[in-house]
């Protein structure tokens, strides 16, 4: 008899699912998510919530038992790369451990003692939080084996680390947020910087997540004097890929975000060159349509679009609900709200240019840019299958633009959810190659060519 789709419970005690695979290193490890997560000390909260999420998907998708074998063991048989995700270290809203909820009562107790309430407490609150971060995700052992567990039970092998984030568009706040980032990384031996990709291949060799250092607040080199010394000197503190704006109008391009987008500057032009011969990946995430297209033009190396979705899927210029989410973050404060927009989604003659050029254009997550409805990993494959026509099967990956959000609603694109996108795309049809590519292939082979530049000359 054919396999039917069956229930989330039959699911939850159908052991004949987890299947076993092995590692480089000999060991034999679980195909099935849950039992790799169980395998560290995590809470059952945790656990829960991640469950939940998991369930979200089953309900959508449907899928049968022969496709989920097929989908886990080919995902945990893959390179798996997320182009903007990861479990990140300095990041306050994902994974929190038990002490840390404990340390900051007293100081909401204080917040709301003073008055403050509502959006401006959680914003006060998460300043303290802020500063306390670096050492839970460095000592905090269940922090630590919480972020195991999701890296273990998502086999994303390859992230992004924000070591400057929309709220560090300056010189100084990208600086303290790379030390406190890096700090980290000096503790943990469990995480890789990528500078090469020889690092890409220890990760893998040695069975450790790798992420790649990005900088999404680019004030601190695209509004400085001299924008080329500050990006040597942030390529020498290890960031290896870079957007050009976030939402603002710099030195070097526009953002989606201006009324008119005009283009790339005299100074972007030679920003561009600089990052092609230090071999930072250039990242047109975020930036006008204009713009992005003449950044295509000067590059002499392929350029990536980290996070983006499809705007003949989803027309999103003027997109109201995300205007009004990106005006209400601090990082906002002191930008004119605008009265028209470009398109944060990519047009197929921008993915088409990025493709012709060698690059790569992975898709995000978010619900409220890739339509109107409720999250939905329909919605989200309909953004991936036309990047895939339009740009090729080679040019297409997955950039979540996620960490894991105990705090969300659950949903079949929860970042724990990972393994089942994979089984998501084995329902739509995808051969094995194909799958491979997208998860991470596509990806890998992007960034070995890019970091493996050899600058020579001035330096700084």
Same mark, same amino acid.
């Given at each position: 008899?054919?396999?039917?789709?069956?229930?989330? @419970?039959?699911?939850?005690?159908?052991?004949?699912?987890?299947?076993?695979?092995?590692?480089?290193?000999?060991?034999?490890? !679980?195909?099935?998510?849950?039992?790799?997560?169980?395998?560290?000390?995590?809470?059952? +909260?945790?656990? /829960?919530?991640?469950?939940?999420?998991?369930?979200?998907?089953?309900?959508?998708?449907?899928?049968?038992?022969?496709?989920?074998?097929?989908?886990?063991?080919?995902?945990?048989?893959?390179?798996?790369?997320?182009?903007?995700? !990861?479990?990140?270290?300095?990041?306050?809203?994902?994974?929190?451990?038990?002490?840390?909820?404990?340390?900051?009562?007293?100081?909401?107790?204080?917040?709301? %003692?003073?008055?403050?309430?509502?959006?401006?407490?959680?914003?006060?609150?998460?300043?303290?939080?802020?500063?306390?971060?670096?050492? /839970?995700?460095?000592?905090?052992?269940?922090?630590?084996?919480?972020?195991?567990?999701?890296?273990?039970?998502?086999?994303?092998?390859?992230?992004?680390?924000?070591?400057?984030?929309?709220?560090?568009?300056?010189?100084? !706040?990208?600086?303290? +947020?790379?030390?406190?980032?890096?700090?980290?990384?000096?503790?943990?031996?469990?995480?890789?910087?990528?500078?090469?990709?020889?690092?890409? /291949?220890?990760?893998?060799?040695?069975?450790?997540?790798?992420?790649?250092?990005?900088?999404?607040?680019?004030?601190?080199?695209?509004?400085?004097?001299?924008?080329?010394?500050?990006?040597?000197?942030?390529?020498?503190?290890?960031?290896?890929? *870079?957007?050009?704006?976030?939402?603002?109008?710099?030195?070097?391009?526009?953002?989606?975000?201006?009324?008119?987008?005009?283009?790339? $500057?005299?100074?972007?032009?030679?920003?561009?060159?600089?990052?092609?011969?230090?071999?930072?990946?250039?990242?047109?995430?975020?930036?006008?349509?204009?713009?992005?297209?003449?950044?295509? &033009?000067? *590059?002499?190396?392929?350029?990536?679009?980290?996070?983006?979705?499809? *705007? *003949?899927?989803? &027309?999103?210029?003027?997109?109201? /609900?995300?205007?009004?989410?990106?005006?209400?973050?601090?990082?906002?404060?002191?930008?004119?709200?605008? %009265? $028209?927009?470009?398109?944060?989604?990519?047009?197929?003659?921008?993915?088409?240019?990025?493709?012709?050029?060698?690059?790569?254009?992975?898709?995000?997550?978010?619900?409220?840019?890739?339509?109107?409805?409720?999250?939905?990993?329909?919605?989200?494959?309909?953004?991936?299958?036309?990047?895939?026509?339009?740009?090729?099967?080679?040019?297409?990956?997955?950039?979540?633009?996620?960490?894991?959000?105990?705090?969300? +609603?659950?949903?079949?694109?929860?970042?724990?959810?990972?393994?089942?996108?994979?089984?998501?795309?084995?329902?739509?049809?995808? !051969?094995?190659?194909?799958?491979?590519?997208?998860?991470?292939?596509?990806?890998? @082979?992007?960034?070995?060519?890019?970091?493996?530049?050899?600058?020579?000359?001035?330096?700084?």
């Amino acid at each position: 008899m054919p396999d039917q789709a069956f229930s989330r @419970r039959k699911f939850l005690v159908a052991t004949s699912l987890t299947a076993a695979t092995t590692t480089a290193d000999g060991t034999a490890t !679980s195909a099935d998510p849950m039992e790799r997560a169980r395998a560290f000390r995590v809470r059952p +909260r945790t656990l /829960e919530r991640i469950v939940a999420g998991r369930d979200a998907f089953l309900a959508e998708v449907k899928p049968t038992r022969a496709q989920i074998r097929r989908g886990l063991e080919l995902h945990f048989d893959s390179f798996v790369a997320d182009v903007q995700g !990861s479990v990140q270290v300095a990041y306050i809203g994902g994974l929190q451990g038990d002490q840390m909820r404990e340390d900051l009562k007293p100081h909401r107790a204080v917040l709301e %003692k003073q008055g403050f309430e509502g959006r401006e407490l959680h914003r006060q609150l998460g300043k303290i939080h802020f500063k306390r971060k670096p050492f /839970e995700s460095a000592f905090d052992r269940q922090w630590i084996e919480e972020s195991r567990a999701i890296y273990a039970m998502t086999h994303v092998q390859m992230a992004t680390e924000d070591v400057a984030g929309p709220n560090e568009n300056t010189f100084e !706040s990208a600086l303290d +947020r790379l030390a406190r980032i890096d700090f980290v990384y000096q503790q943990r031996p469990d995480l890789i910087r990528v500078s090469s990709p020889a690092d890409m /291949e220890r990760a893998r060799r040695e069975g450790h997540p790798c992420t790649v250092y990005h900088l999404a607040g680019v004030g601190c080199f695209a509004e400085a004097d001299n924008p080329i010394a500050r990006l040597d000197l942030f390529y020498a503190l290890g960031v290896r890929m *870079s957007q050009l704006t976030y939402i603002q109008d710099n030195k070097v391009c526009c953002s989606w975000m201006q009324e008119k987008d005009t283009g790339l $500057k005299p100074v972007g032009k030679k920003v561009i060159h600089r990052m092609n011969q230090l071999g930072i990946m250039i990242d047109l995430a975020h930036a006008g349509e204009r713009s992005s297209l003449e950044i295509v &033009e000067a *590059s002499h190396v392929p350029v990536m679009i980290s996070h983006t979705a499809c *705007s *003949s899927i989803y &027309e999103d210029t003027d997109n109201a /609900e995300y205007v009004k989410r990106v005006m209400a973050q601090p990082y906002a404060r002191g930008v004119a709200y605008p %009265k $028209k927009t470009g398109r944060r989604n990519a047009t197929d003659e921008l993915l088409q240019a990025v493709a012709k050029c060698g690059g790569l254009a992975a898709i995000y997550t978010i619900d409220y840019v890739l339509g109107t409805g409720a999250e939905s990993f329909r919605t989200w494959y309909r953004h991936l299958e036309h990047a895939i026509d339009v740009a090729g099967i080679d040019h297409v990956g997955i950039g979540a633009d996620r960490t894991f959000f105990p705090g969300w +609603r659950p949903g079949p694109l929860d970042w724990t959810n990972w393994p089942y996108w994979t089984v998501g795309l084995v329902c739509q049809g995808h !051969s094995d190659d194909e799958i491979r590519k997208i998860i991470g292939g596509n990806y890998r @082979r992007f960034a070995q060519r890019v970091l493996d530049a050899k600058p020579t000359g001035k330096f700084m």
